[in-house]
């Protein structure tokens, strides 16, 4: 049993680096599940409340991931049209097989909200199209980071149980 954990959990750390790019697979929880998995390794020495923190990084960044974006939008003066359109647009380039359509939905989500609010103002909607791709950006960087940070905790427990 302990070698199909060890298993699971390396395939959740690989998951939660691939996630921490793709959108669609959001990175963290991932990684968390890697630690969980880890967790239940006999003589792995994981203390409960590294866990409940780390549940809790996983669970925040992925708030972070659903609405960086929009903020980003509301930074670039878009209005709330443009951040609901980002969410919408969103969720279709998550269920669209578009090619990279959850870097392209957002942008042309964000773009179509602005133009619904003012139809002559091309500029203002590209303004905030441009702020839901900063946001974007911003939260990969940020799941990256949490998805480093959980996986270093998981390779610190893993080296440890291996000595």
């Known amino acids: 049993m302990d070698i199909f954990l060890i298993i699971l959990s390396i395939c959740a750390i690989i998951l939660g ?3 921490s790019f793709l959108p669609a697979l959001s990175g963290p929880p991932f990684s968390w599940l890697a630690l969980l998995f880890f967790f239940f390794v006999s003589g792995a020495e994981i203390p409960i409340w590294i866990l409940i923190i780390t549940a809790l990084i996983a669970i ?3 708030v972070l991931e659903w609405t960086i974006p929009a903020y980003g ?11 609901r359109g980002s969410y919408i647009g969103l969720i279709a380039g998550l269920i669209f097989p578009i090619p990279m359509g959850y870097i392209v939905g957002p942008l042309v989500g964000a773009f179509i909200g602005e133009l619904i609010l003012d139809r002559r103002d091309i500029k203002r909607a590209l303004k905030a199209a441009l702020g ?5 950006l ?4 940020i799941n990256f980071t949490f998805v480093l940070i959980l996986s270093i905790i998981w390779g610190f427990y893993f080296i440890k149980w291996l000595f």
């Open 60 to 62: 925040f960044s992925m």
């Open 73 to 83: 939008t509301k930074v670039f003066k878009g209005s709330k049209y443009g951040v």
């Open 17 to 19: 680096f691939l996630g």
């Open 138 to 141: 911003v939260g990969i960087i």
């Open 132 to 136: 839901t791709f900063v946001g974007f």
